[in-house]
């Protein structure tokens, strides 16, 4: 056996491993927003809708429920936020300080193409309906 297939054997492994990480760090700053909320700050409307995402659907991003739907959404959200928030400052992401939200952007769109991984709800749920 060859390091290649063995490292490719485990890449749905992998997935699952980026998809928890991602989705944790992204749930994070949902609570970051929401803590915000709670400490007396003001949040606008679009902030608010962020915040329910990101905490609603990082958690459901690390549980791996509705994966694929949820994942098409957080890339929509993320290309948004890009748009709204940072476009305006400059082209470039590395200068308009946008690159986090194009990384989960197209990190989402990654995962709403490949599924969640083999350790996810949908894969349990998917496995007990055959």
Known sequence: MSFG??????TPFLRT????????????HGLQKLNIFYTGGHLSA??????????????????????????????????VAYFVVHFHRGRLPIINGGELA???CFLWLYFFA?????????????KKSV
């Open 5 to 10: 297939s063995s490292v490719h054997s485990a």
């Open 17 to 28: 491993l980026l998809r928890l990480v991602a989705s944790f760090l992204f749930f994070c």
């Open 46 to 79: 679009l902030l608010y809708v962020a915040c329910f995402l990101e905490v609603i659907g990082g958690f459901l991003m690390f549980i791996g429920l509705f994966a694929s739907p949820v994942a098409l959404i957080l890339s929509i959200e993320m290309a």
């Open 102 to 104: 194009v990384l989960y």
């Open 114 to 126: 490949a599924g969640p991984g083999p350790a996810s709800a949908d894969s349990l749920f998917r």
